[in-house]
């Protein structure tokens, strides 16, 4: 089956500090992933993809077929920075599957 | 650009009482419509899919008759729990999707509560 595996339930750093959220998938073609932010009292919005190789408010996660994994990564985290972070991959049906989220709280 | 409204923000019912949930697309024409439930601290749980001028497709273990979704227009979907009871309270959010690149718009949430 189809699965997106986020680890850390939580992660608090400080500011400055740089930030990797982990983020590992299992399915055996070519994967279309994305990141999703969820903002304190807001709706989830995409924050990058992985085909677009972009790089968002700092962010950048690179897709590594032979470990499974596409890490979201930013050198010096921000207080804004601190919300809810959701790793997704698009099936053959178009549907997002979720990981389960990782909170990242950034102190100053 | 792509904003996805929800209507009512929240609701509180009697059990035994039905709710209607509206999911609107407002500046695009979505072809598709999902529907999610996310418990509190926990990830979205996708229960069904939607798509225009069709029956919905529901997730395994989402029970149909419980959940009644339409999709009678490009830029409208409501969920209706029928029935509802407490253990349906829930965070209830939709998003939709239409356009080449078929990423999807999510919409604020709608917070249910059954008492």
């Known amino acids: 089956a189809q699965r997106v595996t986020q680890p850390e339930k939580l992660l608090s750093v400080f500011k400055g500090a740089p930030v990797e959220l982990k983020c590992n998938y299992s399915y055996s073609g070519s994967p279309e992933l994305f990141w999703y932010v969820q903002y304190s009292r807001q709706r989830l919005q995409l924050l990058l993809r992985?085909?677009s190789r972009e790089s968002i408010k700092g962010f950048t996660a690179d897709l590594n077929k032979g470990e499974t994994s596409f890490h979201l990564k930013k050198p010096f985290a921000q207080e804004e920075d601190s919300a809810m972070y959701y790793c997704a991959h698009r099936d053959d049906t178009d549907k997002l599957i979720f990981g389960t989220g990782t909170r990242l709280q950034v102190f100053p | 650009g792509a904003v996805v409204s929800q209507h009512p923000s929240r609701v509180i019912c009697k059990s035994g009482t039905s709710v209607k949930i509206e999911c609107r697309s407002l500046d695009f024409q979505a072809t598709t419509m999902f529907w999610y439930r996310q418990f509190p601290k926990q990830s979205l749980m996708l229960m069904a899919t939607s798509n225009e001028g069709s029956k919905a497709t529901y997730e395994q273990g989402v029970e149909k008759d419980k959940f009644l979704i339409n999709h009678a227009s490009l830029t409208l979907s409501t969920l209706t729990v029928t029935s509802a009871h407490p253990e349906d309270s829930s965070f209830y959010i939709c998003?939709?999707?239409?356009?080449?690149?078929?990423?999807?718009?999510f919409g604020p949430g709608t917070r249910l509560t059954v008492t």
């Open positions: 998003s939709a999707s239409g356009g080449p690149t078929y990423e999807q718009y």
């Open positions: 992985h085909i």
